[in-house]
Structure formats: C-alpha cells, structure tokens
C-alpha cells in the first residue's frame, strides 16, 4: 500500500490548472448510454473513479476510446441492463448508482448493485427510489441489487425531501426518456448538475432549470450522440486554494470558474487570505496570521460539504476558536483523529468541530480516512514541521488528477512511496 511522505514548511509557489470536474464525468459517462450512439467527452481527468467506471461500462457493452483527456463512449450497441456480476466493483464506488437512471432511462429495466462510496455516513438512496418510481418503475432491493423494470415511464412531479446531487441527477436520466414532463423540486444545484442537464440537452434531451432548486424535463425519444467538454472541478480548486493558504504561499490557479468558489473565497478572505478573480482563474495569497473563522456546510451556493476536511486543516492553525458545522453528512469528522496526531486542538461535539488555534502541527504518520480527508492530510503535511507519512493514499487517487506532480510543480516536497 502506498504512503505519501512530505517535508511540510515550504510555501507553494506558481501556476496550477484544474482538471475536469469528478462528481460532473461520473454522471455524464452514465448519461451517454441514453445517446445510442457517440457521445465524445473532453477534459476527462485521469482519476480512478473514472477509469473504474468506464471499465464497468465497457463490461456492459460500451465501446471506449481513450486518448489523453479526451473519451469517446459508443452505446449503439446493445448495453446490458443487468449489472449483478460486477457488485464488487460497484460497491467501491458511489456513482455507479448512476446506471439505475441510464438504464430504466434507455431500457426500461435495470439491476444495479447498491453503491459505495466515501464512508461518511449512512449515504442511502430513497430518494433517488422515489424518483424512479414516480416516474412508473417497480422496484426490488434483494441480495444488494436494486431490481427496476417499468412498462412505461411517465412524467411526474418529485419533490426530494433532502436535497440530493445523486438522486437529482439519476431522475433527469431516466426522465429525459419519460412520456411527459417531470417537474424535480428541491432539487440540488451544483455545477455538476448543470453540467450533465447541458450535456442531456446536446443529446437531444429537454431539461430546464438546472441549477436552480427546481428543474423540469419534457421527456424526448430518440436521443443521439455529442461532444461536451466537463467543467472544472470546483472541490479540486478549493482543495488548492486551501493548500496555497495554509502554507503561505501565492498560487495562480487557471482553467478554474471563480463564481463556482464563491462561499469559499468569502471564508477564505474572512481569515485574511488575499484572493484575486479574473475571468478563468483564482490567484491565492496566504497571508499569517489566520483569524479564526465560523463556517457552515451546506449545498451549493454554500459552503461544500467536499471541502470541509481542507478547511477544518487550516482552521488548526488560525488564531482563535473556529467552528466548522458539517450539515450535510453524519459522520464526516473521522480525520479529526489523524489531525490530532499532529497536535490539532479540536473537540467534536455531534455535527460541529470546535478548533483551537495551534502555532503549527507537527508532521508524524496519519492515515487518509477518505477522498477528501486524505486531500486535507496533504494540505496538513504540506503546513507541517517536519515530516508527514500519509498511508491509505488509494483514497486520494480516487479523486485528484497528478495531485503530488502537481504539488511538487508548486515547490512542495512529497514523493509516493511503496514502503
Ligand atoms: C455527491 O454524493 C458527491 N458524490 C459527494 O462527493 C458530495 O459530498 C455530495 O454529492 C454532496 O455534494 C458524487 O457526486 C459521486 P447527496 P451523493 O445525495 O450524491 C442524503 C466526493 O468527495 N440522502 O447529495 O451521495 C445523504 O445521506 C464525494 O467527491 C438521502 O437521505 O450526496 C446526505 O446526507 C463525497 N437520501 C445528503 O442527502 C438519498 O436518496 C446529501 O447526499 C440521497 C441522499
């Protein structure tokens, strides 16, 4: 298993461009088998989540072309509904849930093993149920798989009782194919559900309002293929705007969409750091000291609850009693041990961490509890006396497109090892 071992204490410096955004391609590559046909995807990032589910989509029939950033994904052949022999590989991951919608979407039928993910809380999908059987699905969960079929799928007004990204995303796939209009209220409005309604839309779909809390499809058939390019990855940025701040450096982020960062620029400023905006890009300037600041998580415009690791990091070493408030997962705070390790002054009370300001953490061995709370081990060895050993970096891989190159690039020191 491999570690990350960092020499923290060295400011990074320089230019940084963000890749395509994960929780955008892990909707649209599902999103391509409703196309039947060619769908080319651009600015693909090279992370794990993604490879792993291209390979399950060419065991089900796909047929995809790599070249660098770029992807082309062939559905006109027959996809298989039936995903049971790959429960394995599915359990890993969460966005494979995505299939439920693509292919009760394209087939009318689906069995889908239960989802994975980043153990962070309970992570259900009765909401994404509902959807599906609003719009006319039958539904089994037996041996881990959901089983759906529908005669039809018609049109239908959801309201999600909890606002959901997965569940928002998986009722436009299958609703785009729906007779009628579906009306989704409270629904989530991250960019990446911007990214897969205008990526369905290219497909011939008709998705309105995205982005907004309610969004309304007119059902279409005979759907075809496009090209799209993903969006940059907003909890990518922030991660290196954090990193920029907690060591005191002054990074220029490119290829970034500054109104994507906005709740994480105000708390950034909050604490003192400079952030200067143009068009595509963000640059950071850590400043010390830090003040303490109070932040809540909450879905977008709101603070993400995927940079909530990052920042508690940050906040160990700022002046003053921080809180951060996670709303959004129930048990979301499991790094907290491996920060204390390093001499973070933190008190956990139910959903809210209580930080301390410390003079610095000191590095030790830590251990990544999952993709974004290994991020924040980075962000934590990077600010650190001494030396961090980071294991369990497989979590890390996951979600972040040539993380160390890209920090050593910024005049980091860390080097995988396989000890
Ligand atoms: C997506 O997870 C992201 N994952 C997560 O990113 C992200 O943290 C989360 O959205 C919130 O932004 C992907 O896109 C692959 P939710 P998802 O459904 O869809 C509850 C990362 O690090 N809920 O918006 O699972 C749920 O328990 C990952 O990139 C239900 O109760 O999140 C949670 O409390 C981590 N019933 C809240 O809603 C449901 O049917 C938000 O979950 C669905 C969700």
């Not at 599902?30 to 992370?47: Q, R, T």
């Not at 299939?99 to 259900?124: F, H, S, T």
């Not at 909401?127 to 719009?135: N, P, S, T, V, W």
């Amino acid at each position: 298993m491999e570690v990350f071992v960092i020499e923290g204490g060295h400011p990074l410096n320089g230019e940084v461009c963000i890749s395509g955004a994960k929780n955008a391609v892990l909707g649209l590559i599902p999103a391509a088998i409703l196309s039947g046909g060619s769908c080319k995807i651009e600015n693909v990032p090279h992370i794990n989540d993604v490879n792993k589910l291209i390979d399950i989509l060419e065991k089900i029939g796909a047929e995809i072309y790599k070249e660098e950033n770029t992807l082309i994904i062939d559905t006109s052949r027959h996809i298989a509904h039936d995903c049971s022999d790959f429960q394995e590989e599915m359990g890993k991951m969460r966005a494979s849930y995505y299939l439920l919608g693509a292919l009760l979407g394209r087939y009318r039928q689906a069995v889908v093993p239960l989802p994975g993910g980043c153990n962070i809380g309970d992570r259900p999908i009765d909401q994404h149920i509902k959807g599906f059987e609003a719009l006319g699905a039958n539904i089994k969960i037996e041996h881990g798989l959901v089983k759906m079929e529908a005669d039809r799928l018609i049109g239908a007004n959801i309201y999600l009782d909890v606002v959901s990204v997965g569940a928002t995303i998986n009722i436009m796939l299958a609703a785009v194919c729906a007779e009628g209009t579906t009306i989704i209220e409270n629904a989530a409005k991250e960019p990446h559900i911007v990214d897969v309604a205008n990526f369905l839309n290219l497909m011939g779909g008709s998705v309105r309002g995205a982005g907004t809390d309610t969004i309304r499809i007119k059902g279409t058939q005979g759907m075809y293929g496009c090209e799209y390019s993903v969006i940059p990855d907003q909890i990518t940025t922030g991660t290196y705007m954090i990193a920029a701040a907690a060591t005191g450096g002054n990074v220029l982020i490119k290829k970034a969409i500054p109104k994507h960062m906005e709740a994480v620029s105000a708390k950034l400023r909050e604490m003192g750091v400079i952030i200067e905006e143009s068009v595509d890009s963000l640059r950071v300037i850590g400043k010390r000291p830090l003040k303490a600041v109070r932040v809540k998580t909450l879905p977008y415009p709101g603070f993400p609850t995927d940079l909530q690791q990052p920042m508690a990091v940050l906040m160990t070493v700022a002046s003053g009693n921080s809180t951060i408030t996670e709303t959004i997962f129930e048990n979301r705070f499991k790094y907290i041990d491996e920060l204390r390790k390093m001499g973070a002054d933190v008190v956990i009370n139910g959903r809210v961490a209580s930080i301390t300001g410390v003079e610095k953490l000191s590095g030790t061995k830590i251990a990544a509890t999952d993709l974004r709370a290994g991020a924040a081990m980075v962000v934590a060895g990077l600010m650190a006396d001494g030396e961090t050993r980071i294991s369990n970096i497989e979590h890390i891989d996951r979600g972040y497109e040539n993380f160390e190159s890209n920090i050593r690039e910024l005049g980091g020191i860390i080097r995988r090892e396989t000890p």
